[in-house]
């Protein structure tokens, strides 16, 4: 299957390629990691005719601390956020999840932008870059934006960027002190997709109390949220089975619950609960 011809652009900056973007508009796809753009064009579902590849700007793949936490370049792969000490350190979760994304090939070549920026209801780093409370740097022609990640995701496959705007850099403020994070993830047997995956983050008090969660689901409904009751329910409890049991029932509160060939939305809404609980007692258990 071969896409419709297109005319191909590699800029070598950020503010060439935001210089195309504007130019070319709406007849206008950036290309990352080409994972979920390539085969959507040759399936025809995205006829682009322009793509400006980011392949070529060197300084969009990056891993830095910052302040405590991460500055991460959009063009960051997969692979280099599973195999990075920094994000090991900083971010596990991140690494981990991306550690469960499909297979090397998909790994060594999609990028942490370009799975935020497609917004894929069965991605999986959506739902942790909720759970670590991320910042999307983005860039346009001569200006600059900080969205919250609450803001980012908007519904299916739709995100709050501009079509005139580039995510350039993900920044993820340092995790509160004794914390913990996990991901956990019903997958998709034959592409690894999540069919539900919830990653969690909590944070205990010197006494094993919960004083900080965030919790972030994906594939259960339309676009990855945040389980605020869930989080609410952790707040000023110790995490004793009971609790994390009846804050994980309320992990799909809100969620408008997909229904596919893969799963009812009945199984999904099942799903979610079960892993948010598994999502919430591995990163209790790494608190403290
Ligand atoms: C066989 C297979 C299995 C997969 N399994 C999984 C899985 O288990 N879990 C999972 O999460 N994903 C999975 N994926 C999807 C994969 O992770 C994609 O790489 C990812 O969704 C998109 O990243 P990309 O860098 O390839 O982006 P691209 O495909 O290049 O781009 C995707 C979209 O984002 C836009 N975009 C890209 N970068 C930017 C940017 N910096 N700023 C603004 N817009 C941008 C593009 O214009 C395009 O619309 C799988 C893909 C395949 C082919």
Redesign the pocket.
Known sequence: MVTSSFQYFAPTSVAEAAELLEQHGDDA???????????LMKLRLSEPQVVID?GKIGDMAYIREEDGGLAIG??TT?AQLESSDLVAARASVLAEAAA???DPQ?RN???I???L??A?P????PAVAIALNARLITSSTGDHRTLSVDDFFVDLLTTA?APN????EIAIPALPARSGSGYAKF?NKA????IVGVAAVVGLDANGVCEHASIGVTGAGPVASRASEAEEALRGSRLDDATVSAAAAQAGAGIDFLEDIHASAEYRAHLTSVFAARAIRQAASRAG
């Open positions: 796809k950036l290309l990352a990691g080409g994972h979920s753009l390539i085969p980011l959009a063009m997969y469960t994304v499909a998909v070549m999609g990028t932008g370009g799975s920026s497609h894929d069965a991605g999986d780093l960027l705007e580039i995510l350039n997958a592409s690894h997709y999540a």
